[in-house]
């Protein structure tokens, strides 16, 4: 197999999108899509290991011209001993990902001043197997002009905010040497990835500091663990946020532009995370590299990030209807012209007075995160939060969702209406699927919040007819 056929199977295929699920290919075969959790992250209570690799990726120069290719120039563990099929795939991800840690062409020149950037990338095998990537870009130690490389961690385990710290650690030792870094992240990889609001701590040794203790700590919320709301507020208002959300929900096409490939990462994600509890099923690729950039000319949906410097080529490109998101400059650059009338309007005026209470206040990462995305799941609950009521069982547990009945039990002839079409969206249906099969609703927090807001109904009840 051809160096180019490896990379294919992990990122280039039609069918195996970068953090996309399987659905345009699946749609050829006939096969049901296997449910993505977590805004196609799974959820992880813990135990398992935190890492499969570290790499560094350097430019080199090619043998013709004056370009560069990214290279793997550092790769911790070596695997050994792999069989036939173990090898191939892993030559099929390594070849895949230089791409995504320069995802901005090789037209390279050394530098003498580079602002370091973190960033993201997940990749979908076609098996539906996930791997993310984190990602630390910066000019290496040194003087005068030189190149830039990234530091990439490749783990199935999604926690951008704790992935980022062991980066921190991995750079502060790289300026020593390379070789310190091995026993950091042998301890590391023998360490259990920690349950919810849990902490792991490592002893580490560095030469001419001795030995340190690093605490990694995962959120209690596990549900935005791998979110950060802090760039998309920045960048747009939350009428703009709002519309975005609404674009999603109907899975429509989205193009976010920015330059900085932080801002594109954490800005897609988080517009991706205010779907919770519903996962983007879709192609979904939050830096697209030059060599993709075919992407947006794509008839299905889609959620992707460009870099402005592509600006003008994807606004030449023959794109269906898009919802184009100028973040730098905070503008729609394209649109449908109806995203601020597929949601309820009450439902919106709900989400936007949540939204705008208590933002002056100062608020920590975790509950800026609760802040914003709160008033989304709860949209959720008060629309389909009833669903488990509407799944009709058979004696052997197997359940059958009451689609119409399930429509009519709204009340409100606003959020009917927008029930009718949501219900029709690869983004319900997964859900839905697995409700089925499952004879209790999971004991999750979106389950908690119908809870309280039945719970709160009730209460609302109980006082009216207490007044009568």
Request: net charge neutral; proline share 6%.
């Amino acid at each position: 197999m051809t160096q180019q056929g490896k990379k294919d199977r992990w990122a280039l295929d039609p069918g195996v999108l970068v953090s996309g699920s399987l659905q345009d290919n699946l749609r050829d075969t006939g096969k049901e899509p296997e449910r993505a959790q977590e805004h196609c992250l799974p959820a992880f209570a813990g135990g398992q290991h935190f890492f499969e690799y570290l790499l560094v990726v350097s430019l080199k120069k090619k043998s013709a011209g004056a370009d560069y290719e990214p290279t793997i120039t550092y790769q911790f563990p070596k695997r050994e001993n792999l069989l036939r099929g173990q090898q191939e795939e892993e030559e099929r991800l390594l070849g895949a990902i230089p791409l995504f840690c320069f995802p901005d062409g090789n037209e390279w020149a050394p530098l003498t001043e580079y602002p370091r950037e973190t960033f993201s990338f997940v990749l979908t095998n076609v098996d539906g197997s996930r791997k993310i990537g984190y990602c630390r870009r910066l000019l290496p130690a040194g003087r005068g002009p030189r190149l830039p490389k990234v530091y990439c961690i490749i783990s199935c385990l999604g926690c951008f905010g704790l992935f980022s710290k062991i980066l921190d650690e991995v750079e502060k030792r790289h300026q020593i040497s390379l070789a310190v870094i091995y026993p950091f992240m042998q301890g590391l990889r023998e360490a259990a990835f920690p349950a919810p609001g849990k902490t792991v701590t490592l002893k580490s040794f560095i030469p001419d500091s001795g030995t340190e203790f690093i605490s990694l700590t995962r959120p209690l919320d596990s549900h935005l663990e791998h979110v950060d709301f802090s760039s998309l507020l920045r960048c747009l208002r939350f009428e703009q946020i709002l519309q975005i959300f609404a674009s999603a929900v109907l899975e429509r096409r989205i193009i976010f532009l920015a330059e900085g490939l932080s801002t594109l990462s954490q800005c897609i994600h988080a517009a991706a995370a205010l779907l919770y509890p519903f996962s983007w099923a879709h192609t979904y690729i939050p830096v697209v590299p030059e060599s993709l950039l075919d992407t947006v000319c794509c008839p299905t949906p889609f959620m992707v990030g460009v870099q402005t410097r592509f600006q003008q080529q994807v606004m030449d490109s023959p794109m269906e209807e898009v919802l184009l998101v100028n973040l730098c400059e905070g503008t729609f650059l394209m649109s449908v012209g109806d995203e601020k009338d597929i949601l309820p309007p009450k439902l919106q005026d709900d989400i936007l007075d949540s939204l705008g209470q208590g933002t002056n206040e100062p608020q920590t990462s975790e509950q800026l995160n609760e802040h914003v995305s709160g008033p989304f799941v709860q949209f959720f609950v008060k629309t389909v939060g009833h669903y488990a009521s509407y799944i009709k069982r058979e004696a052997n547990g197997q359940g059958h969702f009451q689609e119409r009945a399930f429509c009519k039990a709204l009340t409100s002839k606003a959020n009917r209406r927008f029930v009718k079409k949501f219900v029709k969206t690869q983004l319900f249906s997964l859900f839905i699927q697995e409700a089925e099969k499952s004879r209790n609703p999971p004991a999750g927090y979106f389950q908690q919040k119908i809870l309280e807001y039945e719970d709160q109904k009730k209460q609302k009840k109980s006082r009216e007819k207490t007044v009568k």
